[in-house]
């Protein structure tokens, strides 16, 4: 069984950044991909940005040249470095692992971590 935990959320104001880790317990990430979604306040759960075992990347258009994803597998950990910050970024991220990023962006996610609150004050 993986468990992910995400970690690096917090308040930030608009313009700032922010990291946020997301590890993984149990298993390492294989040849799995990685991704990040979000869930603002009142509204459905969101794909921000995906990557593959590979390191192929893929993001939504509005996170695109603001948000890098990364991974170290040999730490069994993910990154998600948020820059510009946006008060429209503010939601709970939360980590996820699927057989592939064409999954990932279909919501076809094998494991879900518990997410970590972002808040941008503008």
């Known amino acids: 069984q993986v468990q992910l935990v995400e970690s690096g959320g917090g308040l930030v104001q608009a313009g700032g950044s922010l990291r946020l880790s997301c590890a993984a317990n149990?298993?390492?990430?294989?040849?799995?991909?990685m991704g990040w979604f979000r869930q603002p306040p009142g509204k459905s759960r969101e794909f921000v940005a995906a990557i593959s075992w590979s390191n192929t990347t893929s993001y939504a258009d509005s996170v695109k040249g603001r948000f890098t994803i990364s991974r170290d597998n040999a730490k069994n950990t993910m990154y998600l470095q948020m820059n510009s910050l946006k008060p429209e970024d503010t939601a709970v991220y939360y980590c996820?692992?699927?057989?592939?990023?064409?999954?990932?962006?279909?919501?076809?996610?094998?494991?879900w971590g518990k997410g970590t609150l972002v808040t941008v004050s503008s």
């Open positions: 996820a692992q699927a057989p592939s990023i064409a999954s990932m962006v279909n919501y076809d996610i094998n494991y």
């Open positions: 149990g298993r390492t990430f294989g040849y799995d991909a």
